[in-house]
Structure formats: C-alpha cells, structure tokens
C-alpha cells in the first residue's frame, strides 16, 4: 500500500499550482494535518492534507479498516481582501481531524460545526459539505483502498445551519441558488430563509 498523502499533494499541484502558504496543525490522538494556501485571480483556496492518509470508518465499529473506507480532503474558497480568511487554518484542520478524533464520516450533504466563527468577525461558525469533482477531480487509489474525494466547503451562518438540520442540504442549495447568494463572499449575509 503506497502512502496517500504525497499522491494527493501531487493532485493539488496539478489542479493549483505551488501553494503559497502551508501551515501544519497536530491534535492528539491524530496525525498531522496540513492546510495549504492557493492565491488564483481575486480568490484564496484553502485545502487540507493530510485528512485522507486514513480513511474515515463506521464510529461504532470496534475495530478500525486502515484500508476500506471513505477518503477525503477538505477545500474551502473565498474572495480575497474582504476579511481575514487566512485564520481558518486551525478550525479547517480541526474539521479535517473529526474523522479521526471523533469518528465522524465526512460526506456530501453532512454540517460540521466549529463552534467559533471561521475567521474573525466572520458570520459562518459551520459548513455545508457538497460535492466533489468539480475542482479537483477525485484521485482513485490501488484497490480495495477508495478514492481521494476533494470536498467544496460552504460557509453557512448560524440560522442557514439550523435551516438546513429542518430542511435539509439540497433545500438550503435551491434557496442559495434562487437568491444568487454568493457563497465564496466571506463577508455575505444570510439568505432570506422565510417566505
């Protein structure tokens, strides 16, 4: 079994070039995670890595797959200039260690909950997990391991996240798209979620 990481950190290079920023962040009881930086046309891009070297098992289960199971990275984009997006390192990679610090499957559809806005002064202390495969394609391994899906992250503000737990993902989806919400504003307000 060849090691996972440098192959979607070759994966990253190819969809985005050299990062320009890299920051590492160790918890206990997890391995290193990583949040790296892409700067492309008014945009910040920030990617995990480090989150897919094992793949994400069923909590319940007594003993951990170190080879089946779902794996993934996290990416979040946002416009540049218009808040100080670069301290969502520490909670991006808080969310990256979920999976292995509190067993918690990370897929399309699912809420993480920071806790704390994602950055200073931001409106959003969660995010909406969507799907993957449109910036970065997903980097399929030698079997039986899974591919590497590289996951879009949307900021959702407190009462879009509770929204969504009534409503669901792809209702809170159709109201962004419907109000021309621009998602990668880091300063944006709510969706009107009445009416």
């Known amino acids: 079994m060849s090691d996972v990481t440098p192959l979607v950190e070759a994966r990253l290079r190819a969809a985005f070039g050299v990062p320009d920023a890299r920051a590492a962040v160790t918890f206990l009881g997890a391995e ?5 930086r892409y700067v492309d046309a008014g945009l910040r891009r920030y990617v995990t890595l480090g989150m897919s ?6 909590p319940l289960a007594t003993v951990a797959d170190p080879v089946r199971g779902p794996r993934a990275e996290l990416l979040l984009t946002v416009r540049a200039g218009r808040a100080e997006t670069d301290k969502v390192l520490r909670p991006l990679a808080v969310l990256a260690a979920s999976p292995q610090v509190e067993g918690v499957v990370v897929a399309p559809g699912s ?8 950055w200073p002064g931001a409106p959003f202390s969660a995010v909406l997990v969507a799907e993957g495969g449109g910036l970065v394609a997903d980097l399929a391994l030698d079997g039986p391991m899974e591919p590497v899906r590289f996951l879009p992250l949307l900021p959702m503000t407190p009462n879009e996240a509770a929204w969504k ?3 669901g993902a792809a209702a809170l989806q159709e109201r962004w798209l419907a ?5 990668r504003d880091p300063a944006r307000g ?3 979620l009445d009416g």
Do not use: K, N, Y
């Open 111 to 118: 809420s993480l909950e920071v806790g704390e806005p994602l």
């Open 32 to 36: 290193r995670i990583e949040v790296l």
């Open 179 to 183: 109000h021309g919400t621009d998602l």
């Open 165 to 167: 737990r009534v409503h």
């Open 53 to 58: 070297a094992q793949p994400m098992g069923d």
């Open 190 to 192: 709510p969706v009107r």
